[in-house]
Nanobody, 116 residues
Framework: QVQLVESGGDLVQPGGSLELACVGS????????MRWYRQAPGKERVWVGT???????AIADSVKGRFTISRDNAKNTVYLHMANLKIEDTAMYYC??????????WGQGTQVTVSS
């Protein structure tokens, strides 16, 4: 079955960096665009970034210049590279794909906490 498993979340100080990873299985990873979302406590889940099958990327304005998204199809993995982290980046980060006829899938999330 389709699975998305995130990792890399941690407690980090403001100004720090983290790299999140999401490994996909149960589908042809390279055939589908991958996305990252985040959800802060008490707020709605919001889109962070997308990487297409051709490795084209789009990033939300709120994190542009600090976050980048990439994928490694050989490893069935999508990454979210986060730099210059701010307290407002604290959230649960989720991996997502819309795998066509297979349906829409979310990972279980990985927690990022930015605090001094």
């Amino acid at each position: 079955q389709v699975q998305l498993v995130e990792s890399g979340g941690d407690l980090v100080q403001p100004g720090g960096s983290l790299e999140l990873a999401c490994v996909g299985s149960g589908f042809t990873f390279s055939d589908y665009r991958m996305r990252w979302y985040r959800q802060a406590p008490g707020k709605e889940r919001v889109w962070v970034g997308t990487v297409s099958t051709f490795h084209n990327t789009a990033i939300a304005d709120s994190v542009k210049g600090r976050f980048t998204i990439s994928r490694d199809n050989a490893k069935n993995t999508v990454y979210l590279h986060m730099a210059n982290l701010k307290i407002e980046d604290t959230a649960m980060y989720y991996c997502h794909t819309d795998a066509g006829a297979l349906g829409e899938f979310w990972g279980q999330g990985t927690q990022v906490t930015v605090s001094s």
